[in-house]
T-cell receptor, first 115, second 115 residues
Framework: KAGVTQTPRYLIKTRGQQVTLSCSPI?????VSWYQQTPGQGLQFLFE???????NKGNFPGRFSGRQFSNSRSEMNVSTLELGDSALYLCASSLGRGGAGNTIYFGEGSWLTVV | AQKITQTQPGMFVQEKEAVTLDCTYD???????LFWYKQPSSGEMIFLIYQGSYDEQNATEGRYSLNFQKARKSANLVISASQLGDSAMYFCAPGLTGSARQLTFGSGTQLTVLP
């Protein structure tokens, strides 16, 4: 079955602009989470959505937001881009329940460069 | 909060040999899961293996196995018969079983397999 799909894979934006990244989870998965990966900070959790509701949020400013649609697809938005937002943004999906059935699968990521 | 330590920033192994990647974690939770992921240079985070904190048997998935020592809070990944394609960054990531959709990642180990 299809894995987690993220679009776009690569993008370049200018400081001050905004960006929207999209994620389609594995079919049947209701939980979608987002992570930011940078060389300096490593992998950091942004937020997690389950059934269109944000359940967890990492320590990021309000410029970072997200949402989930009824078909479990998710988008994240970063407004007023800063150079430090340049990163690999990874989306992950899971069934959303505990135990081994909660294996979390990641997409290929979206490489964002802010210039 | 959870703290994850991967003490080997870089490791080299000869093709066809076994290698152990270390991971220790600090959590006060009794119920949690441990994930290992592989990240090649392309950026995709590939799920390798999962161990639940209450699982009595060490997890195995093909050439991957976990040496899980709960009392020591240690979950080392063993890769048997290394292949050139195993060259990648490897991350250990614990998550709470109840809400394991949020992972905390270690700093990773860069594994290089030599021909």
């Amino acid at each position: 079955k299809a894995g987690v799909t993220q679009t776009p894979r690569y993008l370049i934006k200018t400081r001050g602009q905004q960006v929207t990244l999209s994620c389609s989870p594995i079919s049947g998965h209701r939980s979608v989470s987002w992570y930011q990966q940078t060389p300096g900070q490593g992998l950091q959790f942004l937020f997690e959505y389950f059934s269109e509701t944000q359940r967890n949020k990492g320590n990021f400013p309000g410029r970072f937001s997200g949402r989930q649609f009824s078909n479990s697809r998710s988008e994240m938005n970063v407004s007023t881009l800063e150079l430090g937002d340049s990163a690999l943004y990874l989306c992950a999906s899971s069934l959303g329940r505990g135990g081994a059935g909660n294996t979390i699968y990641f997409g290929e990521g979206s490489w964002l460069t802010v210039v | 909060a959870q703290k994850i330590t991967q003490t080997q920033p870089g490791m080299f192994v000869q093709e066809k040999e076994a290698v152990t990647l270390d991971c220790t974690y600090d959590t006060s939770d009794q119920s949690y899961g441990l994930f290992w992921y592989k990240q090649p240079s392309s950026g995709e985070m590939i799920f390798l293996i999962y161990q639940g904190s209450y699982d009595e048997q060490n997890a195995t998935e093909g050439r991957y196995s976990l040496n899980f020592q709960k009392a020591r809070k240690s979950a080392n990944l063993v890769i048997s018969a290394s292949q050139l394609g195993d060259s990648a960054m490897y991350f250990c990531a614990p998550g709470l079983t109840g809400s394991a959709r949020q992972l905390t990642f270690g700093s990773g180990t860069q594994l290089t397999v030599l021909p």
